[in-house]
């Protein structure tokens, strides 16, 4: 059964950088496109990126650009989200999402596979 795991979450400081990661267990997924959310306490889950199953092409959410960067890295193509000059409202769980629709995984809805978050704490 293919499983997501997603690690390098933790604490870091403001304007710190922090870089997630996106595994793959019990198969592959190199035709998947992969994406990126967030859901802090009491707020909705928020899209962040995603990056279609080849690596050259990307979507960000609004506002997301030019803090976050998603890239795939590896024979495996293992997926990384990149945060650049985190703020205390990026304290989040992230979560990494798979599907073979972009479009599902801009929206958020009917994704195949999720990884169980990692916590991000944004503090000083």
């Known amino acids: 059964q293919v499983q997501l795991a997603e690690s390098g979450g933790g604490l870091v400081q403001p304007g710190g950088s922090l870089r997630l990661s996106c595994s793959v267990s019990?198969?592959?997924?190199?035709?998947?496109?992969m994406g990126w959310f967030r859901q802090a306490p009491g707020k909705d889950r928020e899209f962040i990126a995603v990056i279609n199953w080849s690596g050259s092409s990307t979507v960000y959410g609004d506002r997301m650009k030019g803090r976050f960067a998603i890239f795939r890295e590896g024979s495996d193509k293992t997926v990384f989200l990149q945060m650049n000059s985190p703020k205390p409202e990026d304290t989040a769980v992230y979560y990494c999402?798979?599907?073979?629709?972009?479009?599902?995984?801009?929206?958020?809805?009917?994704?195949?596979?999720w990884g169980q978050g990692t916590q991000v704490t944004v503090s000083s």
């Open positions: 019990g198969g592959t997924l190199n035709d998947y496109h």
């Open positions: 999402a798979a599907d073979k629709s972009i479009g599902d995984v801009i929206r958020g809805t009917a994704i195949e596979y």
